[in-house]
């Protein structure tokens, strides 16, 4: 298969970041376990020497692995603006240097309980933090793009030319408009085109999500990618590999991906307005997050657990607040609200019973390769239906087979096939409408020459498909279908499972419109999918849920991806987002609370009246019970179900 060879960006950012976050984070490590050992006496180090060691630890730190931050302060002064680097490089700064002073020149500052009190590990644990995020954001961009080669990669290495009729090999990628292909059964299409000879059933999936191949003929279209299941034919080269369909594809998930969220817009606007209140309140806000943090941090862990434990699995934690706040979700139908795979529903047959037509039908399709072929053989095994024995069998690409049977000559395709053949459907008609309307797929049956019957086949629906409707409209949440399939199968589903919204008929281009559309009005909109197509409306939808069941690339442009098929999890998702934010906020409200009530008193606000001062033990001992409650509430969030 071919597929691109240019390193990726995000490939050497996350080696960019990779050791500074290892030595930040084993800093921390080193720094947490010399003042848990002092803190709760297991073993004893002088202070002073803390401090050095602290030193050491955090000018390391602070001057390598935060020299992104601080460059961003620099190029933010520049521009006389401010966003989150600034407010990173600024706390980071403001802790780093104080406590340089305190260990330095102590006597500018009266020691508390006997000793100086540093800062270094604040310093050290927002830097260790902030790294975490941004390397598994690019980790994530990353497999994203690995995700993108792989679909370009889509494409055979070589593909069969014909040269004044003669068969040459060529690399894919030198194809040229205007080379004509030859493609082979069970071949991948190396190329956009027009066929210009032969017939052939094309599973282009990639491009509409639905299994059923498309029967086609000279004139029509073919898209690199896809793949040829029955017939041969050749083919003109109409695009360059730069302007292909795959390409295309692939360009709109990395504009997707790329493109910065209205959220983190947002949040940049709002840190420069918000970043010079942060500095005049930096004390108390310091105080405020560094109790609030264990509690933040608890609360994400035991939620993002939990979620591991029920099959969810998010991506990062960024995208929580936005999981509760959807009010659209949008959902593919085949693969994801279908099983994605057509089974026989009903067999129908005239002058015979339906069970000796099963026979006759399967007998013959067991030859055949095709995909309907497949699903009427594995439903005749079902029905512990005996096989017979076949001669002249003929596979006619696109349009059906036949064969004799027990001395009887039987031909199965679909009705325009019958009518080249000139068989009389007539005395089906009654029997054929309502099949039609429901958007099922029809193979019909003659027995020597005349019609006998026909095999009804449909995508099931999963059987949890219309439980998660149902409750995310509990949820407030409104579904809504988009499918490349066309509008009487989309119709059908939508009905049986009770959806009221829904598109049909759609590429993946016009997939990514209707979320954009949806987006405009400024509500939070998520999209729930599994194949190829979906890739670039999972990733350009605020939230992307994906079905580990489905492609690569589906999955690494989600959110979220849900193990397994099923889809009683998507509500689930998210009535756990929303716990943990709440369970976030709980927690952000007592932190809060306590620093409002012991900040004030703890620095002598009392003395002067009242000649209340709070002994730094009293202190010490509420600040640990916070902490014990803020962590004891988000480990609740265990108990999600």
Avoid at 365 to 393: I, M, R, T, W
Avoid at 499 to 512: G, S
Avoid at 545 to 557: C, K, P, Q, R
């Amino acid at each position: 298969m071919t597929g691109t060879q240019d390193s990726d960006p995000t490939d050497s950012e996350v080696a960019e970041l990779r050791w500074p976050l290892l030595f930040s984070l084993a800093s921390v490590a080193i720094t947490m376990f010399i003042m848990a050992g002092e803190h709760f006496h297991f073993f004893h180090i002088d202070p002073e020497v803390s401090g050095h060691i602290q030193f050491v630890l955090a000018t390391a730190v602070y001057f390598w692995c935060g020299k992104r931050f601080h460059l961003g302060l620099w190029h933010s002064l520049k521009r006389k603006s401010a966003d989150m680097n600034t407010l990173i490089s600024l706390g980071t700064s403001a802790a780093y240097f104080f406590s340089v002073v305190v260990l330095f020149k102590p006597s500018l500052f009266p020691a508390t309980g006997g000793h100086s009190e540093f800062y270094f590990d604040t310093a050290i644990m927002i830097i260790a933090l902030i790294l975490l995020g941004r390397f598994l954001e690019a980790k994530a961009r990353s497999r994203s793009s690995s995700a993108i080669r792989k679909l370009l990669e889509a494409r055979p290495d070589e593909a069969t030319i014909v040269v004044n009729g003669t068969e040459k090999q060529k690399r894919s990628e030198y194809l040229e408009i205007g080379d004509i292909v030859r493609v082979r059964p069970g071949e991948w299409i190396a190329a956009d085109g027009e066929i210009i000879e032969g017939t052939g059933s094309v599973n282009e999936s990639m491009l509409t999500g639905e299994a059923l191949p498309v029967d086609k003929q000279t004139g029509d279209q073919v898209t690199g990618g896809t793949i040829n299941t029955t017939g041969s034919f050749d083919f003109r080269v109409t695009t360059a590999q730069s302007e292909s369909r795959l390409t295309k594809i692939a360009a709109m998930v990395r504009q997707a991906l790329s493109a910065k969220p209205q959220i983190q817009r947002l949040v940049d606007k709002v840190a420069s307005i918000f970043v010079p209140i942060v500095i005049g309140l930096s004390v108390v806000t310091l105080a405020i997050w560094l109790l609030a943090g264990a509690g933040f941090v608890f609360a994400l862990k035991a939620g993002i657990g939990r979620g591991a434990g029920m099959g969810i699995l998010f991506r990062s934690g960024d995208s929580l607040e936005q999981i509760g706040k959807v009010s659209t979700m949008f959902f593919d139908k085949t693969g994801t609200l279908t099983n994605g795979a057509f089974r026989v529903v009903n067999m129908h047959g005239i002058r015979q019973s339906s069970e000796s037509l099963l026979r006759l039908v399967a007998s013959v399709e067991s030859k055949s390769e095709h995909p309907l072929a497949k699903a009427v053989v594995e439903y005749a095994q079902e029905q512990g239906v005996a096989f017979a024995s076949v001669s002249d069998f003929v596979s006619y690409a696109g349009a059906g087979a036949e064969g004799t049977v027990e001395g009887k000559r039987v031909l199965l395709g679909t009705a325009k096939f019958f009518q080249y053949r000139k068989i009389d459907l007539s005395a089906l008609a009654a029997d054929v409408d309502p099949e039609l309307a429901h958007g099922r797929s029809l193979m019909f049956v003659a027995i020597d020459g005349t019609a006998a019957g026909f095999v009804t086949l449909a995508d099931t629906i999963k059987p949890d498909a219309s439980t998660a409707i149902h409750e995310l409209s509990m949820l407030g949440i409104t579904a809504t279908m988009l499918t490349g399939d066309n509008q009487h199968s989309a119709q059908s589903v939508a009905r049986e499972i009770g959806i009221t919204n829904f598109k049909a008929e759609l590429l993946p281009q016009q997939k990514l419109n209707a979320i954009a559309e949806a987006k405009s009005s400024g509500a939070i909109i998520g999209m729930v999918g599994d194949g190829i197509n979906d890739a670039p409306a999972l990733a350009a939808a605020d939230i992307g849920i994906a079905l580990s069941s489905g492609s690569d690339i589906a999955v690494e442009s989600a959110a979220v991806t849900l193990t397994g098929s099923g889809l009683r999890k998507v509500p689930q998702v998210i009535r756990l987002a929303r716990a943990i934010v709440r369970n976030i906020k709980q927690n952000l409200f007592w932190a809060f609370f306590y620093n409002v009530i012991t900040i004030p008193v703890a620095a002598g606000a009392l003395y002067p009246a009242f000649g209340i001062q709070l002994s730094p033990i009293i202190a010490a001992a509420a600040m640990s019970l916070s902490s014990i409650f803020v962590v004891t509430n988000a480990l609740r969030l265990r108990r999600f179900h």
